[in-house]
Nanobody, 122 residues
Framework: QVQLVESGGGLVQAGGSLRLSCTAS????????MGWYRQAPGKQRALVAAITSGGSTDYVDSVKGRFTISRDNTKNTVYLQMNSLKPEDTAVYYCNAGITSRGAIVGYLEVWGQGTLVTVSS
């Protein structure tokens, strides 16, 4: 019904940059908040950055000044620009969105992407 597809992960050296993208598709009425989470091996999934429908942003302290979250509502897409990457940024990154979807009954869904792996080498 509703799907998030992520791309942009890969292997980079410390100090390098990547841009992740996540596009929502399906029976979408509207998209509210969108965000990026990450999960490193043996650790809990944690919020990295979030953006509201109005464009307000929030970041975990460890990425402030290095990462930028943005969204293009005309494309149902959220981006995460990651600069000055560090080995500790290595994780699977997941897109998340709150979506009002039309199915048999219109409802609100929390949707997760499949994850994209970011590996930062030292």
């Amino acid at each position: 019904q509703v799907q998030l597809v992520e791309s942009g992960g890969g292997l980079v050296q410390a100090g390098g940059s990547l841009r992740l993208s996540c596009t929502a598709s399906g029976s979408i009425v509207s998209i509210q908040g969108m965000g990026w989470y990450r999960q490193a091996p043996g650790k809990q999934r944690a919020l990295v950055a979030a953006i509201t429908s109005g464009g307000s942003t929030d970041y975990v302290d460890s990425v402030k000044g290095r990462f930028t979250i943005s969204r293009d509502n005309t494309k149902n897409t959220v981006y995460l620009q990651m600069n000055s990457l560090k080995p500790e940024d290595t994780a699977v990154y997941y897109c998340n969105a709150g979506i009002t979807s039309r199915g048999a009954i219109v409802g609100y869904l929390e949707v997760w992407g499949q994850g994209t792996l970011v590996t930062v080498s030292s």
